[in-house]
């Protein structure tokens, strides 16, 4: 078992900055990749940005160069930095993990979301 516990959610003036953090606790599984994503109204699930055990990262065409995604291996903590936020990042941001275990290759875990609004 695996909980995600996710804050830094908020109202924010386009151009502003906000940075989420997300906190895995659990021991049955080890975790390898985490991510976020985001889901608006209407609108699929999508990606963010991931990062590997490893700190390799990758990001959505529409956030890089403005987010900025980060992970504390011993804190089992993973964090994405947003700056320039614009009214199109409003959405539901959700953290996500992958593991495995001794019987299962991958499982994935998910956060509660966390609000992110961007004023117009």
């Known amino acids: 078992q695996v909980q995600l516990v996710e804050s830094g959610g908020g109202l924010v003036q386009p151009g502003g900055s906000l940075r989420l953090s997300c906190a895995a606790s659990?021991?049955?599984?080890?975790?390898?990749?985490m991510g976020w994503y985001r889901q608006a109204p209407g609108k699929q699930r999508e990606v963010v940005a991931t990062i590997s055990s490893g700190g390799y990262t990758n990001y959505a065409d529409s956030v890089k160069d403005r987010f900025t995604i980060s992970r504390d291996n011993a804190k089992s903590t993973v964090y994405l930095q947003m700056n320039s936020l614009k009214p199109e990042d409003t959405a539901v941001y959700f953290c996500?993990?992958?593991?495995?275990?001794?019987?299962?290759?991958?499982?994935?875990?998910w956060g509660q979301g966390t609000q992110v609004t961007v004023s117009s």
């Open positions: 659990g021991s049955i599984f080890s975790i390898n990749a």
């Open positions: 996500n993990a992958d593991g495995y275990s001794d019987y299962m290759p991958y499982v994935e875990f």
